[in-house]
Each structure stands twice: as C-alpha cells, then as structure tokens.
C-alpha cells in the first residue's frame, strides 16, 4: 500500500525559505521507473506541478519556478524535500506531494511521468 | 508551455444523469492524458490515464477517451458520490493540469 505524507511549517513569513518534507512507504526509489512530485493548491484554486524526481535522480521543474525551488531525495530514510526560497504570499497553498510511475513514450524515446497516489497535502500559509 | 482548457467550469446534473467533461490542450499531448476526481479538503484521485485506461478500483461508469488535443471524461449514470470537482492534466511535457470543473447537484 502507498502512502505519503507531507510535512513542514504551516506559517512563512514573505521573504524567508520554506522546507517540505514528504515521507513515504509503500515504494523505494531505488526502484527504476519510480519518482515522487511536489504539487500545490491554492486556496480555492486550480492545481500547479512544481518539480519531480526519479530514482536516478533525474529532477525536472515547472519553468516558471525553476530559480525558485530544489528538489532531493533521501532514499534510504524514503524522503524527498522541496525547498522554496524568497516566499511572497501569492505561494499560499495547500502542498501535496505524489508518487509518479515512468512511463516509455515509444514515438517521442522520453518517459513520461503518471502521477497516481497522492498524499493529504499540508497547508503553507505565508504572511507577515 | 502546453495549455489545458476545461469546459464547462461548472455543471449541474442529477443522480442518473451522464455527464461529459471536455479537456483541450494547446497542443498535441498524445495519449498522455489523466483525469482526476477532487472532492473538498481532499488530495485528488486518479481517475483515467493514458486518455482511456481506467485506473484500478474506479467504477465502470467512468471512462475517457480522445487523442491528440481533444479529450473528454464522461460519467454514463452520476451516483451520488460524484458530486466533485475534475481536473484533466497532461503529461507530455512536463505536467499542466486543467482549471478544473466543478459537478454539482441540481
């Protein structure tokens, strides 16, 4: 059974460095094919991708965000934090974090990532 | 960037009904197509991948289909527990999700 869940602070004040923890089982990323992605909420609104990495460790950002966020993994304890700098209160959101399985597009020759189990997300409030 | 448009935003139904939701994107995106289920205070729910391949444990009367940049999910007879709101995403090119619709009760 896979199970993540997210963990960190819930209130940042603008400016400063915001770290997520998610914790998972259920699946290692040791296994090929495997990765885990940030993905966040609004309140209210629709759902932003943010970064993902695979078990080679393999990262990719949403463009948008690329100078603003680090993504690393911690196999052995089954762990992959997010780190976001230089928060504004537009990055208020709920977090998730999810597991993605790989998948081989035979006509392009790149994988592309499924993402199927989600954790319950935590909600990141950043105010002053 | 590839674009995902959903439409409608919002959709009134009753238990029974069958309902479409459509997804278009900006460009081709394949098959590599997803459809998720979210309900209030919730992570959202895999529904649909690969534009039609249902997912494990989701009911029959689910089903997506479409290639290319035109996609749609349909619902054949809405139980009570589908009143929530859907987003398509695309993984092509790195994930975009859709701005979501909103199923309500008429």
């Known amino acids: ?128 | 960037d590839i674009q995902m448009t959903q439409s409608p935003s919002t959709l009134s139904a009753s238990v029974g009904d069958r309902v479409t939701i459509t997804c278009r994107a900006s460009q081709s995106i394949s098959s590599w197509l997803a459809w998720f289920q979210q309900k209030p205070g919730k992570a959202p729910k895999l529904l649909i991948y690969e534009a039609s391949t249902l997912e494990s444990g989701v009911p029959l009367r689910f089903s997506g289909s479409g290639s290319g940049t035109e996609f749609t999910l349909t619902i054949s007879s809405l139980q009570p527990d589908d009143f929530a709101t859907y987003y398509c995403q695309q993984y092509n090119t790195y994930i975009t999700f859709g701005q979501g619709t909103k199923l309500e009760i008429k």
């Open chain 1, 1 to 128: 059974q896979i199970t993540l869940k997210e963990s960190g602070l819930t209130l940042v004040k603008p400016t400063q460095t915001l770290t997520l923890t998610c914790t998972f089982s259920g699946f290692s990323l040791r296994t090929s094919g495997v990765g885990v992605g940030w993905i966040r909420q609004p309140p209210g609104k629709a759902l932003e991708w943010l970064a993902l990495i695979y078990w080679n460790d393999d990262k990719i950002y949403t463009p948008s965000l690329r100078t603003k966020i680090t993504i690393t993994k911690d196999t052995p304890r089954n762990r992959v934090v997010l780190t976001m700098t230089n928060l504004d209160p537009v990055d208020t959101a709920t977090y998730f974090c999810a597991h993605i399985r790989q998948y081989y597009d035979r006509f392009s020759g790149d994988y592309v990532p499924l993402v199927d189990y989600w954790g319950q997300g935590t909600l990141v409030t950043v105010s002053s």
